[in-house]
């Protein structure tokens, strides 16, 4: 049973670098999936941030991508993300999940989401 | 403002159906043909409820149904249930992106 669990720092600072993880149990990362990133502001609905092939190749939000930087780890078995220049605007709970099937087609699983806050 | 169109909110009460559209505002979506709907409840993780417009995923009620005309998806929710009141998102993607709709919250009256 594939389990997605993400984790990082629930607060980071304006103008600094938000890291995260997702650590992936019961499936191997370099297997032929996709996987993505997800956020929710708090009481707003889902944005898709970006998703990552288990080759490396990676699809943006436009606007994020100036920003963003996603990575797989399959050593660690782990996805990461790197938002830089974070704004308030950016407080969010961050989801990883698994593209189902082909391409950037249906999220499943999820994990359980992080909080983020930017705040100094 | 996304490019998935969906109505605010939807109620309705139980045992009713009720049904939640997602329409396409761009022509960018060339494999809306995948719109996939996932059901949130508060504090939790989406669930993904519907695949490539009427694939209903494992373990969910028969209940939950999709289809699509035109550039229009559709969830539809018979026999409404008080559990059922949560917020409802579809999702989509281009060859280079993806979006979700903008979300609909149901009520269970």
């Known amino acids: 049973q594939v389990q997605l669990q993400e984790s990082g720092p629930g607060l980071v600072k304006p103008s600094e670098t938000l890291s995260l993880t997702c650590d992936v149990s019961?499936?191997?990362?370099?297997?032929?999936?996709?996987w993505g990133w997800i956020r929710q502001s708090p009481g707003k609905g889902l944005e898709w941030i970006g998703s990552?092939?288990?080759?490396?190749?990676?699809y943006y939000n436009e606007s994020l991508r100036s920003r963003l930087s996603l990575s797989v780890d399959t050593s660690k078995n782990q996805l990461s993300l790197r938002l830089a220049s974070v704004v308030a605007a950016d407080s969010a709970i961050y989801f990883c999940?698994?593209?189902?099937?082909?391409?950037?087609?249906?999220?499943?699983?999820w994990g359980p989401g992080i909080l983020v806050t930017v705040s100094s | 403002q996304s490019a998935l169109s969906q109505p605010a909110s939807v109620s309705g009460s139980p045992g009713q159906t009720i049904i939640i559209s997602c329409t396409e505002t761009s022509n960018d979506f060339g494999h809306f043909e995948s719109v996939s709907w996932y059901q949130q409840y508060p504090g939790k993780a989406p669930k993904l409820l519907i695949s490539h417009v009427t694939t209903r995923i494992s373990g969910v009620p028969d209940r939950f149904s999709g289809s699509k005309a035109g550039e229009t998806a559709f969830l539809t929710i018979s026999g409404l249930r008080a559990d059922d009141e949560a917020a409802y998102y579809c999702?989509?993607?281009?060859?280079?992106?993806?979006?979700f709709g903008s979300g609909t919250t149901v009520t269970v009256l």
């Open positions: 019961g499936h191997s990362i370099s297997l032929p999936y996709y």
């Open positions: 999702y989509s993607f281009t060859n280079t992106a993806s979006v």
């Open positions: 999940a698994r593209h189902v099937g082909a391409f950037l087609t249906s999220f499943d699983p």
């Open positions: 990552i092939y288990w080759t490396g190749i990676t």
